[in-house]
């Protein structure tokens, strides 16, 4: 069975060294199917685009009772929020490169993500606690980092559970097959095309057009490095509109 956020063994914790999360006992049956269709936003961010918020799903708790963030920066006279280009955010992804699992297997990545409201909300959706994720598996607490960074979360997405993150781009209207620079890749090394197959995510840097697509990925041999990989592992790409 696949749950939320693996943690690493334990008695009542099913480990796959995926980035498949854990749920102990009958509460995987109970989550999985909703956590396969929960939205995936930026954390704690007022910002949030319109498609995103639409998908939010009941009972999660609202992001802001603050007015629109466009009407907000009119009337103080701000400029709109500029895009990041995907070279930008390839070259955060990038500038991790070499960072890794200090000796209990913990990286900075979790450190971010627990300190975040969406690690709330996701535990609340999965099940577990704030303070599993020290010991889940973190590519796609990574993705998430990133998209922190370059102040993209709404397009990038923010989760702990690669299914879920998938479904979201689904839902997005932003999934398809094409091996874009600064995609988010999801990988199933079994080759299984669904989307609940899904155990491992990157971002792309580029196609390299012979069957296969270079990636910086983090929690891939307990680090963050880049990788070339075969397109037959590729479950799909959810795609952030990033500034041309």
Request: charged share 25%.
């Amino acid at each position: 069975m696949t749950g939320t956020h693996q943690r690493k063994s334990t008695p009542l914790v099913i480990s796959l060294r995926t980035t498949v999360g854990v749920v102990a006992g009958a509460a995987v049956l109970s989550t999985a199917a909703v956590a396969a269709q929960a939205a995936v936003f930026s954390p704690g961010k007022a910002e949030v685009s319109a498609a995103a918020a639409a998908v939010q799903m009941p009972g999660e708790r609202p992001r802001s009772a603050s007015p629109a963030p466009k009407k907000a920066k009119a009337a103080k006279g701000r400029p709109a929020k500029k895009k990041p280009t995907a070279g930008e955010a390839i070259k955060v992804a990038k500038s991790q490169l070499g960072v890794e699992e200090n000796g209990s297997g913990k990286t900075k990545f979790q450190d971010w993500y627990m300190s975040t409201d969406r690690a709330k909300e996701t535990v609340k959706r999965d099940g577990g606690s704030v303070s599993g994720y020290s010991e889940a598996q973190w590519c796609d607490m990574f993705v998430s980092w990133v998209g922190e960074q370059v102040g993209f979360s709404d397009q990038v997405g923010t989760d702990a559970w690669t299914v879920a993150h998938a479904e979201w781009f689904k839902k997005q209207g932003r999934w398809g097959t094409e091996p874009k620079p600064g995609a988010i890749v999801f990988f199933s090394w079994s080759g299984d095309k669904s989307t609940d197959a899904i155990v491992h995510v990157g971002m792309v840097i580029k196609d390299n057009k012979d069957g296969t697509v270079e990636t910086v990925e983090g929690n891939t041999s307990n680090a963050v490095k880049v990788r070339q990989r075969d397109t037959g592992s590729i479950v799909g790409y959810g795609y952030p509109e990033y500034a041309k």
